[in-house]
């Protein structure tokens, strides 16, 4: 069996014995810096605008709803079952269809949606990341598909880093089958590294914090 | 030993668009990540990678253990993995897979592992369409060739290269704008993504305390392959595995920054299993197949081992003086560059391209931006030797140890030394701006002609040191 014979070659050539525990590993090396939540706000929209993403802070839910109805304005858009976006009135927006819990469905409405709408678990204020597990309340082709993707992020929800989020999230199988880290829109320079946004993911990011 | 390389070398030198093309490809990166290192962008870099050097050698020590661990984590999760000692068992197996799920269509993200293995060309035996859905790749694949880089697979081609290969093949219009032609790439495969039964994935890391696979990527192309299809496979070498997810706090700031000077590349997929219980969509079938293919041997030596650290950044090739002259394609295995220097004789024996540990100026330019410190000059060296005394084995090297015992019994003997240093001046010919140009027919000829091919010597002077030495005390001077 494959499996035996590839694990007896790496036993001989490391001269170890099947079963032995390894000798301790490093410790992971994580730092959180110290950071309060204005100044993440402004880290994570700086770092947005850097990569050509767009971002807007939202007095409240409201004002959320009026962005959302903007960018949405006469398109079509899918939004994801995060309670948020229903708090802050963006499914019931025109345009706008959600509650999708069948995937045929769902991939269906996403390949010709124009606006992909979605919360995020998490941000990364250093590197203008979304973090997103998946779930009941999100799923992973509203963030992919159509070529806009706008995400609502409540203002707590703001991390510093990725070292913030392992911390938080020290083993991400215990809670999805699939996690992404997105990190502003879609690009390539494939050809003659020439940077072209929008290869096969959204090419405009909006992301707004409440 | 021969020291002469393919001609594949030649074309390229020849070449003054290509050699301009790859030379400013790889500069930009160059630039890319030295911006995105610098103290002030990334003040504990070196202390990451020593950390990164650290998570991976200890991986490597203890590679069973892990192997066992994230297998049986990514069963826990509703995976399966299957174990493949070369390319034939993956071809096997996903030609099986392919057959009880009635698949002809296989999308595939950017992965070096399955170019190792020419798995498309091994399954379009099994007529099953693999395609290729990385922008470059897929230009790549479109003309019918191989990765040029690790990171940048189309590095060498133009626009209008592109232009061509796309009207060609695709039956488009002639279209030389890359954004527009960036357009034409995304609706063809956005079909094929939606119609697609299988999608295969390569792996940047697999994380043994997760069962989970990490994949890195800046299209999206990744995420589409392994959430559209019902069924994922992800492929990766049995040294891709590191202990723990909070280790990619580590690993994922090195390498984004060292490929393409990014802090974190646009997407990272941490996936593990397929779809649960109240997730809307992805798979629903995931496998993860480990290759062994020649790795586990590399284990045995505890120098040589280094080379499996690898995280596939592409920092090495930039940097690369060789590289930068010769091109992606000059390498004899998908590998190319200082670390393809390395691994491709390990893989493959150090006596098939004998001359490969050897075209490199030990410069050292590729152990500098390493980012989990490779000893390539070191690694070269002990491969140079070995290639040598294979040579010696076999009997070969004959002449160049007879010059070496010629030389030394010379040097041993002054009278000797100096009348040879007398022939040599007698026979060198007019010097042309301080250098000699060209050589005498008599000496232009077998290993001396290639040696001499690409360089060139300093005229020996009319007179030696010690006939002038002479002289002067004779003028009765100090």
């Known amino acids: ?210 | 030993m021969t020291l002469i390389a393919p001609e594949q070398i030649q074309r390229t030198l020849a070449n003054p668009s290509l050699q301009q093309a790859i030379y400013a490809s790889t500069g930009r990166l160059v630039e890319k990540r030295r911006a995105a290192v610098a103290a002030e962008a990334l003040p504990d870099y070196q202390e990451l990678r020593e950390q990164a050097r650290l998570i991976k050698q200890h991986t490597l020590e203890n590679l069973d253990h892990y192997l066992e661990q994230l297998e049986s984590n990514v069963r826990a999760h509703g995976g399966e993995v299957i174990w493949c000692r070369d390319g034939a068992d993956v071809v096997e197996f996903l030609a099986g897979l392919a057959g009880r799920k009635q698949a002809r269509l296989i999308v595939k993200s950017k992965s070096m592992t399955t170019e190792e293995i020419d798995l498309n060309e091994r399954l379009q035996h099994h007529d099953l369409e693999t395609l290729e859905t990385d922008l470059g790749e897929y230009i790549i694949q479109l003309a019918r060739e191989k990765p040029y880089h690790i990171v940048a697979p189309a590095l060498h081609m133009t626009r209008y290269e592109v232009a061509e290969i796309f009207s060609r093949r695709l039956g488009v219009a002639s279209e030389t704008v890359p954004e527009n032609q960036t357009k034409i790439a995304r609706a063809v495969l956005r079909e094929k993504f939606l119609a697609a039964d299988i999608g295969v994935s390569g792996a940047n890391f697999l994380v043994a305390d997760s069962g989970a696979v990490v994949l890195v990527e800046n299209e999206g192309n990744a995420r589409l392959s392994t959430t559209l299809p019902k069924v994922h496979v992800a492929l990766a070498g049995i040294e891709k595995v590191i202990p723990r997810a909070q280790d990619l706090a580590v690993l994922l700031k090195l390498l984004g920054r060292s490929a393409t000077g990014q802090a974190l590349t646009v997407y990272t997929s941490i996936l593990s299993g397929p779809r649960r219980a109240g997730e809307i969509d992805g798979p629903d079938e995931f496998y993860l197949v480990l290759l062994d293919n020649g790795r586990a041997r590399l284990l045995a030596d505890r120098e040589k081992r280094e080379s499996l650290s690898c995280i596939r950044c592409g920092a090495c090739l930039n940097h690369c003086p060789v590289y930068r002259k010769i091109g992606g394609h000059s390498y004899p295995w998908v590998y190319s560059g200082p670390i393809g220097a390395i691994i491709t004789p390990q893989f493959q024996g150090t006596t098939s391209n004998p001359w490969l540990p050897f075209a490199s100026s030990l410069c050292g330019a590729c152990a500098e931006v390493c980012p989990v410190k490779i000893d390539i000059p070191k690694l070269l060296l002990m491969l140079r030797s070995e290639v040598t005394k294979a040579g010696q084995r076999e009997g070969r090297n004959r002449l160049e140890r007879l010059g070496f015992r010629l030389w030394a019994w010379i040097m041993r003997h002054p009278r000797l030394y100096e009348m040879s240093g007398m022939l040599a001046s007698a026979l060198t010919p007019e010097e042309n701006g301080g250098w000699l140009g060209r050589v005498p027919a008599l000496l232009n000829r077998g290993p001396l002609k290639a040696w001499l091919s690409h360089r060139d010597l300093p005229p020996v002077a009319s007179k030696s040191f010690r006939q002038r030495w002479r002289a002067r005390r004779k003028a009765g001077g100090a």
């Open chain 1, 1 to 210: 069996m494959s499996r035996d014979h590839i694990l007896h070659k790496v036993r001989t050539a490391l001269g170890r014995s099947a079963g032995r525990p390894p000798a301790p590993a490093p410790p992971p090396r994580l730092r959180v810096e110290e950071m309060d939540a204005e100044a993440r706000i402004a880290a994570l929209f700086a770092a947005l605008e850097k990569l050509a993403g767009k971002t807007f802070r939202a007095a409240s839910r409201d004002e959320a709803r009026s962005y959302a109805a903007s960018l949405v304005d006469g398109k079509t858009a899918v939004a994801s079952n995060a309670p948020l976006l229903a708090e802050c009135g963006i499914t019931s927006l025109a345009g706008v269809r959600s509650g999708f819990f069948d995937r045929d469905e769902l991939k269906a409405a996403c390949a010709a949606a124009d606006v992909g709408i979605t919360g995020a678990d998490y941000a990364l204020a250093d590197t203008g990341t979304l973090f997103m597990l998946s779930s009941r309340h999100e799923a992973r082709m509203i963030s992919l598909l159509p070529p806009v993707h706008l995400a609502v992020v409540s203002k707590e929800k703001i991390l510093t880093g990725l070292d913030e989020l392992l911390t938080l999230v020290p083993i991400p199988s215990e809670v999805t089958s699939s996690m992404v880290l997105i990190t502003g829109p879609s690009r390539t320079a494939d050809i003659e590294q020439i940077l072209v946004r929008g290869v096969h993911g959204p090419g405009e990011i909006h992301v707004v914090v409440v």
